[in-house]
């Protein structure tokens, strides 16, 4: 079992950068594939980037693709999310989870894991 813990949201202006962080507990870490997903009041929760276990494979949502860059240094436990160019729509709770299991995964039932989320809101 792991447990995630993210942290680095904040309110922020249109287009400008911020980093999110998501620290994992527990065993293992190097073993789960990881992801980040956000949710918008009102909205389904969407992906938005995955990572494999081993970083040599990474997976974006078209609307974050070349925006954002997902990265893991699994020595520390720990997986990135830097977001560049952000926009209003962009606004949401990030959410940061772990999948066990073959392959990255792009659904929300792809994953085990979930932290608490962390709020990100862009102002215009």
């Known amino acids: 079992q792991v447990q995630l813990v993210e942290s680095g949201g904040g309110l922020i202006q249109a287009g400008a950068s911020l980093r999110l962080s998501c620290e994992a507990s527990g065993r293992a870490f190097g073993s789960y594939h990881m992801g980040w997903f956000r949710q918008a009041p009102g909205t389904e929760r969407e992906f938005v980037a995955a990572?494999?276990?081993?970083?040599?494979?990474?997976s974006y949502a078209d609307a974050v693709k070349g925006r954002f860059t997902i990265s893991r240094d699994n020595a520390k436990n720990t997986v990135f999310l830097q977001m560049n160019s952000l926009k209003p729509d962009d606004t949401a709770v990030y959410y940061c989870?772990?999948?066990?299991?073959?392959?990255?995964?792009?659904?929300?039932?792809?994953?085990?894991?979930w932290g608490q989320g962390t709020q990100v809101t862009v102002s215009s």
């Open positions: 990572i494999s276990w081993t970083s040599l494979s990474t």
């Open positions: 989870a772990a999948r066990q299991g073959y392959g990255m995964g792009r659904t929300s039932s792809d994953y085990n894991y």
